[in-house]
């Protein structure tokens, strides 16, 4: 499976950017895909999840009713919607694949496969 990232910025306080992440190769028929994200000097935390192939979503309590998660089911793309930025959602964002999508795992360990990175930072 491979990732790939895009649509990361540098923005003021409040305002919107989108991620883009395509899924290519031998994602299979049920999945997640998730985003992840590390802010300079500490770990890496969830964010988002879809899955494959019902649609369902899950969020991070800190980005919650700010972020909407979405997908094309036809293109195994993933897209993450970014509305109010402020300065502490600065990192880099991960995309991951899930080879299950039974449970709506929020843990990044039980993710397979992670595309690059993208780099968004909100200035205030």
């Known amino acids: 499976v491979q990732l790939q990232a895009s649509g990361g910025g540098l923005v003021h306080a409040g305002a919107s950017l989108s991620l883009s992440c395509a899924a290519s190769?031998?994602?299979?028929?049920?999945?997640?895909l998730g985003w992840f994200r590390q802010p300079p000097g500490k770990e890496r935390e969830f964010v988002a999840l879809?899955?494959?192939?019902?649609?369902?979503?899950a969020y991070a309590d800190s980005v919650k009713g700010r972020f909407t998660i979405s997908r094309d089911n036809g293109k195994n793309m993933m897209y993450l919607r970014m509305n109010g930025l402020k300065p502490e959602d600065t990192a880099v964002y991960y995309c991951?694949?899930?080879?299950?999508?039974?449970?709506?795992?929020?843990?990044?360990?039980?993710?397979?496969?992670w595309g690059q990175g993208t780099q968004v930072t909100v200035s205030s």
């Open positions: 879809v899955s494959w192939p019902w649609g369902n979503t």
């Open positions: 190769g031998r994602t299979g028929s049920s999945f997640l």
């Open positions: 991951a694949h899930n080879r299950q999508s039974k449970i709506l795992s929020t843990q990044g360990a039980n993710y397979n496969y």
